[in-house]
């Protein structure tokens, strides 16, 4: 099946430091990346959406400047948080869908997360 | 427009007891439907999907739901819960074109011994 991963699981750096967070489609060609946040508790927040070689499309309330999507191969994007602070804190789930040897995906997989800690 | 409403944000079942966790959709359009499961510090994993096949939808680890077009709804049950259920359940919709999800609030089940 369709495998999703994302690189660091889990990191913690200092506030004002910049964080990259990876998301990679295993065995399948990802035309469309989605990133999502998700504080405790609470479900999952769509912060954007990224197509292979295309700006990416930020929801709103989501700034652009501070969460920079890279999305330059059919297999990988990434997620760089600008100047980390405290209340960027979160949980960070990418997701992907796109198209495999049998024809196209109608659904997103999801990778495993990555928790963010900025101190 | 989609939205997703998952009625109670926890479910306190006892082991062995039926899983009912309710979703309901608005959609413009004919919808897919998703459930999925995530466990602590975990991605979400996919436990079923409607596509406009069989309104009745079998999944992995024994849940099913039931797609109601007239009662816009997309019901999640297990006819016996386990101890390994507990987790947060989400219910997703996606309309026809395009690939963007809406997510439920999520449903926390909580499975006592």
């Known amino acids: 099946g369709a495998v999703v991963s994302q690189h660091p699981s889990w990191v913690i750096c200092k506030s004002g430091t910049s964080v990259k967070i990876e998301c990679r489609s295993l065995?399948?060609?990802?035309?469309?990346m989605f990133w999502y946040r998700q504080f405790p508790k609470q479900s999952l927040m769509l912060m954007a959406t990224s197509n292979e070689g295309s700006k990416a499309t930020y929801e709103q309330g989501v700034e652009k400047d501070k969460f920079l999507i890279n999305h330059a191969s059919l297999t990988l994007s990434t997620l760089t948080v600008t100047s980390a602070h405290p209340e960027d804190s979160s949980f960070y789930i990418c997701?992907?869908?796109?198209?495999?040897?049998?024809?196209?995906?109608?659904?997103?997989?999801f990778g495993p997360g990555t928790r963010l800690t900025v101190l | 427009a989609q939205s997703v409403t998952q009625l109670g944000s926890h479910v306190s079942v006892s082991e062995g007891a039926l899983v009912l966790l309710r979703c309901n959709y608005s959609s413009s359009v004919p919808p897919y439907l998703f459930w999925y499961v995530q466990y602590p510090n975990q991605g979400l994993q996919l436990l079923l999907k409607y596509t406009s096949a069989a309104t009745l939808v079998k999944g992995i680890n024994g849940f099913e739901a039931e797609f109601k077009k007239s009662e816009t709804s997309f019901h999640l049950t297990k006819p016996s819960a386990h101890m390994s259920d507990a987790a947060e359940y989400f219910c997703a919709v996606k309309g026809n074109a395009g690939n963007m999800l809406t997510f439920g609030g999520g449903t926390r089940l909580m499975v006592k011994p």
């Open positions: 997701s992907a869908t796109g198209v495999s040897s049998l024809g196209g995906y109608n659904e997103q997989f």
């Open positions: 065995d399948f060609q990802a035309t469309t």
